[in-house]
């Protein structure tokens, strides 16, 4: 099986697709990193970072700078209340939901995520989408769509070459990792 037989295939094609389409969305939505150093900027780029409407340019050392002067003023105020991340503008961003209730961990502070009734410059904790996420959920349909013809090739034979590919990596997880930790009576069944 060539390589171009792999990538000839309409799963492939919609694969390779959906891999071009993420990376290009997150490469527009996610501020460009600078430093002094290539290693910095690359580390900058492993780090989870916001999805932003219209993302501005900024330095290592101004990451995730309040881009607009009530957010800078908000960003003060919570920065005074010993919370060393500065927050962020919900109009600024693509999607921040209100979630309180979440652990910081999951967490950023937003400026006006709270909605219309909330006071002007209220930071609340809101669940922000980031570029981290978006590779998340590529990754799970990428598994849909390269197993999706899995079944039918164990059922009934043929298929295209990355069917062919994911049946064969199915079956050495099920004979390498499943089969040798189950127990010899559900072994002597099959």
Request: proline share 8%.
């Amino acid at each position: 099986m060539t390589f171009a037989k792999l990538i000839a295939c309409p799963r492939a094609l919609i694969a390779l697709l959906l891999c071009a389409g993420v990376i290009w969305f997150g490469a527009t939505h996610v501020p460009h990193h600078t430093a002094d150093s290539p290693f910095q900027t690359l580390y900058l780029h492993l780090q989870p970072e916001p999805l932003y409407l219209h993302p501005p340019h900024h330095a290592a050392a101004e990451h995730t700078a309040a881009p607009s002067a009530a957010a800078e003023h908000a960003a003060n105020d919570h920065a005074a209340n010993d919370h060393a991340e500065p927050a962020l503008v919900k109009s600024d961003l693509l999607l921040a939901i209100p979630a309180e209730f979440l652990p910081s961990l999951f967490t950023r502070p937003v400026v006006g995520a709270g909605g219309p009734e909330d006071a002007p410059g209220r930071v609340t904790r809101s669940l922000v989408l980031t570029n981290l996420q978006l590779f998340q959920l590529l990754s799970v349909v990428l598994v849909l769509v390269c197993f999706s013809g899995v079944p039918k090739h164990l059922r009934q034979g043929g298929g295209d070459a990355l069917t062919r590919v994911a049946t064969g990596f199915a079956q050495w997880i099920r004979d390498e990792m499943v089969y040798p930790v189950m127990h010899k009576e559900i072994r002597s069944e099959e």
